[in-house]
């Protein structure tokens, strides 16, 4: 059982057309490439943590000027940033939620702007890298583990 069969041609092609391999050697530099990359995943998950690492030990030591007041940079900046950006992206009214007519006792701030029990705006919309942090969170926490930047 030949294995071309079950990748698609157009993944194949890019070793001829690109790469001008012999279309004898189509698979022969498929594995190759597998085996490449198989090689360099353990480097790049080094560069990935340590660079991760750097960045989050730079913000919290040497907060970027800009920063100022628009979003912490102590070990929660990497959730509040995400934040940060949302609220330059949408207008507040797009973005936070406000009570609904007629009901009672919903918590609202001076903008009328609805709030959770910690007193923190409710979104209405959100930027997708802000939803990929929560369900990151979210998966974190099912795990049983510390949440950490």
């Known amino acids: ?34 085996a490449l990359c198989g090689a360099m995943l353990p480097a790049l998950q080094c560069l990935e943590v340590t660079l991760r690492n750097a960045l989050d030990h730079a913000i919290q030591n040497n907060p970027p000027p800009a920063a100022g007041n628009l979003w912490l940079t102590d070990h929660n900046w990497i959730f509040d940033l995400p934040r940060y950006m949302g609220d330059r992206t949408w207008k507040n009214n797009a973005r936070y939620k406000r009570p609904a007519p007629g009901r009672t006792g919903q918590l609202s701030d001076a903008q009328g702007f609805l709030l959770d029990q910690y007193g923190k705006r409710i979104l209405k919309n959100r930027l997708p890298v802000e939803s990929q942090v929560a369900m990151a969170i979210d998966e974190i926490a099912k795990m049983g583990k510390t949440l950490t930047p």
Request: aromatic share 12%; no cysteine; charged share 25%.
């Open 1 to 34: 059982m030949s294995l071309e069969r079950y990748i698609n041609t157009e993944r194949l092609d890019i070793y001829v057309k690109h790469l001008k391999v012999n279309p004898s050697q189509v698979m022969a530099a498929y594995h190759w490439n597998k």
